[in-house]
């Protein structure tokens, strides 16, 4: 028969109930997390619980952000005398939710062009006009002043300027005159030409002679030369003339005979039409209202399409002086008038008056304003506290006081008194 006894009757050890999971080791990329438990033993006993202690798991295994690159430097605010720029860079996130940023900042700044500043001098006067009349022009400089011990830095501005100047017309010489009859027909004579110079207003004289002369007719009388060559015709278009000529030269000095037939002979030439001019127009209005101002018209020169392609004669523009009378002035300004307030902001006026010239015929008046208006006083009027509360009655009964009192609020410099009582009693 079978015999049962009782064995290993020591209490078992028994684990206590696992920790929470500790906190990820990463917040992305990947981390770990850990939890424990212990082995509870009973007195008798020595060996351990069966199984680990300890357990691990992955945690927070998505993709981290990450920064990009810096970009470059900012261009300085300020070219000199010190400015500011900048650089920044983008937080990259994956296509995660609830992903934290990037550590750290995503725009950094740093001063920049600290050197001073270069500064301008003032403009020089104007030069010489390059010409006199014609229209030339004339210039004038400043310098660009760097201070000591700064980097070069442009001013960045215009450091030479010019302007038109000496526009009125030159004077012209017109075209020399033909040459005149020779003085003798044969053994030597004198002939001349002329021609004249015209004058715009208020220039000089024409470079060069106003009459040309040479010798002519030097040969020997009375025996004919070959015919000159023909001349220029007298005109360039609607018809001229031109010459040749034959000389009759002497056998000998002493002859007193004439060469049969005409000493010269013409024809016409140059039968094309001429250019011409248009109507002039109207005068432009006058640059000045009074002080003696200039006003101008014109005209155009129409040249023919089959015809002299050469230009017209005379000026295409004329200018002539206007609005000579005196101009109108102001007087100077009045003294400013009280202000209209002794604080909290007023305002006060000054006048003045334009005088018309004597003449009395200018049309014109005075540019700018004749009342000029500006605030004053602008300092806050002193002002009462409130009221503080009235004080306890002097008696209980039969007759007493109370009082209250306030204090009077001012401005640095400003108007000391209040208007008022500052103590009340009742």
Sequence with gaps: ?????????????????????????????????????????????ISGCAG?????????????????????????????????????????LPDVRNVQQCPGPDKISEECNED??????????????????????RSKRRECVYPRNSVKNDCLERLEISESCNQQVCPAFTEWTDWTECTKTCGGGVRKKVRECVLPKSVGGCLGDSEYEEACNE????????????????????????????????????????????????????????????????WTPCTKTCNSGMKTKLRECI????????????????????????????TEWTDWTPCTKTCGGGSRTKVRECVLPKSGTSETLCVGEKEATEECNLDT??????????????????GGNKKRTRECITQRNGDSSCEGEREEVA
């Design 1 to 45: 028969s079978d015999e049962t006894v009782s064995c290993n009757s020591d209490t078992c050890p028994v684990w206590t109930d696992w920790s929470d999971w500790t906190e990820c080791s990463a917040t992305c990329g990947g981390g770990v997390q850990v939890r424990a438990r212990e082995c509870v033993l009973p007195k008798e006993r």
């Design 116 to 137: 001073p500043c270069p500064s301008l001098t003032e403009w020089s006067d104007w030069s010489e006009c390059s010409l006199t009349c014609g229209g030339g022009t």
């Design 303 to 330: 040249i023919p399409k089959y015809g002299n392609q050469s230009l017209c004669e005379g000026e295409s523009l004329r200018n002539e002086v206007c609005n000579t009378e005196e101009c109108p002035s102001w």
């Design 52 to 92: 680990d202690k300890d357990q691990s798991r992955e945690c927070n295994t998505n993709v981290c952000p990450v920064w990009t690159n810096w970009t470059n430097w900012t261009e300085c605010s300020a070219t000199c005398g010190g400015g500011s720029r900048f650089k920044v860079r983008e937080c990259v």
């Design 381 to 398: 009027c002193p002002d009462w506290t409130d009221w503080t509360e009235w004080t306890p009655c002097t008696e209980t009964c039969g």
């Design 219 to 282: 040969q020997s009388c009375p025996v004919w030369t070959d015919w000159t060559e023909w001349t220029e015709c007298t005109k360039s278009c609607d018809g001229g003339t031109q010459r040749r000529e034959r000389k009759c030269v002497l056998p000998n000095e002493k002859s007193a005979l004439f060469c049969p037939g005409p000493d010269n002979e013409e024809r016409k030439c140059n039968l094309n039409r001429c250019p011409t001019w248009t109507s002039w127009t109207e």
